[in-house]
């Protein structure tokens, strides 16, 4: 099939999906109760899948979604054909507006904004500003850098690599632009191919960021979780949902032991196999021909000219909010009552669940993340000894930085609300209610937030899109109470929006990765897919379909990690005796390198 016709597959493709879904939609609407919800009420968020699709727009799409929506909301009320569009348009703004503030009535009132979405709002413009002054300070770079006193050999490098990744836990983004550049020269002397190095760091980008109990991601995700729990009536706040899902996210975890394996083993196979062995046997860390990727952005990564590199600039700040937020978690949820009972109450993870139950997150989110910001800002004048006339110009950076993810909150809750007014989730659930099982919907949920995910590019995008139409399904499903398969519905689609995040080579962080990382951008994707693509075969059918019949998520989890191990082992006991990435070298230093 040539080019020309290839560009013209997936627009017409999601076309006759979208046609099908709505003629679909359409005549199981006919057959509902006069009282039930609307057959389009499923049209707002198709469009946004759709558009996503075929223009790869994120804003276009939620936009267009909202838009349809506010027509569809008032078109149950008989408008006429003249004054449709005004009134589509006019509900179309208090949608958006309502998910900050109560526009039913216009009197301005205190009591009237939506503090809980304002102040998820205020904790996302507080941390990216901290994160560009660690940046700026040098903070992050010295982490990264006193790991690397651990890389002495192949495999150790990979480890340290990786456990770089993790360190830097609380932003994909920052983690791609500290890990790939810093690391680099290290990889380059162990001969270590770029295409490897960009995995890598790309696999301990998003697949981290996103089960951090504290990161730039948590805001948004507990944000989206929050809202639905509250349009479907499930009394626990976002963060306790965040937290019930993080054992059945199964990708995740999967991703991450699968990255030890592989590291320890120094065993690939696939493309990545034969990047290692041009790596390892030629020396040549990139293939003949291939395009390195550069970005004018990444100079605004940079530490300033003049700033002491110290790795304790960016660990006390990313201490102290952990500890201002667990802090005040604790006493604000009772610890002292707990201490005073029982000395070691603060061990006892019943304890602290009890904590998160009766504690409003969100405001605690955002009062840690203004301390941690302030003492970034202390530190990178009396320790770093930054000119305090640079520090301007970091926050505003980290200000920029926080426009995306709160503009595409705003919209996401919008699109929310509007699914909220047509009924989305209470038509879809009466549509599958005994039709489809409870036991296979959340692994198809994964499935369904993977392709999306892959296919735009954004896990923002796919929460935005999927959390509010699958978590009132499984809702429902689970009998209209918050059950197993509503838990484990919320982790597929946080892990499937996660994995085209990780891979997709539309997403900005698999770019970045790319960038900076030094590596051909296509090589990346070709070599890292087939590994994404296990992990994620793993997450569904030894993670997500055993987890609905009732199996441990824990047992889920260690045989996902087991069968990782044992194709690593079977790699290593075939090609024990040649090849590049054999035990050997994977133990001896090697300093030769060149990029071909």
């Keep these: 099939m040539d080019k020309g016709n290839r560009g013209y597959l997936l627009p017409a493709a999601t076309a006759a999906v979208a046609l099908v879904i709505g003629i679909a939609a359409y005549l199981a609407g006919r057959y509902q109760p006069p009282d039930a919800p609307p057959w389009y009420s499923v049209v707002p968020p198709l469009l946004a899948v759709s558009l996503a699709l075929v223009t790869n727009r994120l804003f276009l799409s939620l936009i267009a979604a909202v838009l349809v929506g506010g027509f569809l909301t008032v078109l149950g009320d008989g408008p006429g054909v003249l004054s449709l569009p005004v009134l589509g348009v006019v509900q179309s703004l208090k949608v958006v507006a309502g998910t900050v503030y109560d526009v039913e009535q216009f009197e301005l009132a205190p009591d009237r904004f939506n503090v809980t979405n304002l102040q998820i709002l205020l904790f996302i413009v507080l941390i990216m500003p901290m994160i560009s002054v660690m940046l700026t300070s040098g903070g992050l770079q010295g982490v990264a850098q006193w790991l690397v006193r651990l890389a002495r050999s192949v495999r150790s490098t990979k480890l340290v690599t990786m456990a770089s990744g993790l360190v830097i836990f609380i932003d994909d983004y920052a983690n791609t632009m500290i890990v790939g550049p810093t690391l680099r020269p290290v990889t380059d002397r162990q001969r270590i191919s770029r295409e490897k190095l960009a995995f890598l760091v790309d696999a301990t980008a998003a697949p981290v960021a996103g089960i951090a109990l504290v990161s730039t991601w948590i805001g948004y995700e507990v944000g989206l979780l929050g809202d639905v729990a509250g349009s479907v009536g499930i009394d626990k706040g976002g963060y306790e949902l965040f937290l019930d899902a993080l054992g059945f996210r199964f990708y995740c975890f999967g991703m991450i032991a699968f990255v030890f394996f592989n590291c320890y083993s120094d065993r690939d196979f696939g493309p990545m196999a034969a990047a290692e062995r041009r790596a390892r046997k030629h020396g040549k860390l990139l293939a003949d021909g291939a395009r390195v990727m550069?970005?004018?952005?990444?100079?605004?990564?940079?530490?300033?000219?003049?700033?002491?590199?110290?790795?304790?600039?960016?660990?006390?700040?990313?201490?102290?909010?952990?500890?201002?937020?667990?802090?005040?978690?604790?006493?604000?949820?009772?610890?002292?009552?707990?201490?005073?009972?029982?000395?070691?109450?603060?061990?006892?993870?019943?304890?602290?669940?009890?904590?998160?139950?009766?504690?409003?997150?969100?405001?605690?989110?955002?009062?840690?993340?203004?301390?941690?910001?302030l003492v970034s800002v202390v530190l990178a004048v009396t320790v770093a000894r930054v000119p305090a006339s640079s520090l301007p110009k970091a926050l505003a950076v980290g200000l920029k930085g926080a426009m995306l993810p709160v503009s595409v909150l705003i919209l996401a809750w919008s699109l929310t609300g509007t699914c909220k007014e047509l009924q989305t989730g209470n038509f879809l659930a009466g549509v599958l209610e005994g039709v489809l099982s409870p036991l296979v919907f959340p692994g198809l949920v994964f499935v369904v937030a993977a392709l999306t995910s892959f296919a735009t590019g954004t896990s923002f995008g796919t929460m935005a899109i999927l959390i509010p139409i699958a978590v009132p399904v499984a809702f429902r499903l689970d009998g209209s109470a918050y059950g197993l398969v509503t838990m484990i519905s919320i982790g597929a689609v946080l892990d499937g929006a996660i994995f085209g995040d990780h891979c997709s080579p539309i997403s900005d962080t698999t770019i970045m990765s790319s960038t900076a990382s030094s590596c051909d951008h296509l090589a990346h994707v070709r070599t890292q897919m087939p590994y994404s693509l296990v992990v994620a075969a793993l997450a569904l059918c030894v993670g997500y379909l055993p987890a609905a019949l009732g199996w441990s998520k824990w047992l889920c989890h260690l045989m996902a990690a087991a069968l990782a191990g044992l194709l690593f082992l079977a790699l290593w006991v075939s090609r024990r005796e040649g090849g590049a990435t054999t035990a050997d070298t994977a133990d001896r230093p090697c300093t030769s390198s060149r990029t071909g």
């Design 294 to 373: 550069t970005s004018d952005s990444m100079t605004s990564a940079q530490p300033h000219p003049t700033a002491r590199i110290y790795a304790s600039v960016a660990i006390v700040p990313m201490v102290v909010l952990l500890a201002v937020f667990l802090g005040r978690l604790w006493f604000d949820g009772g610890g002292g009552y707990f201490l005073a009972g029982d000395p070691a109450a603060v061990f006892r993870p019943s304890r602290w669940r009890a904590a998160c139950t009766t504690v409003d997150s969100i405001p605690l989110l955002a009062h840690a993340s203004a301390v941690a910001l």
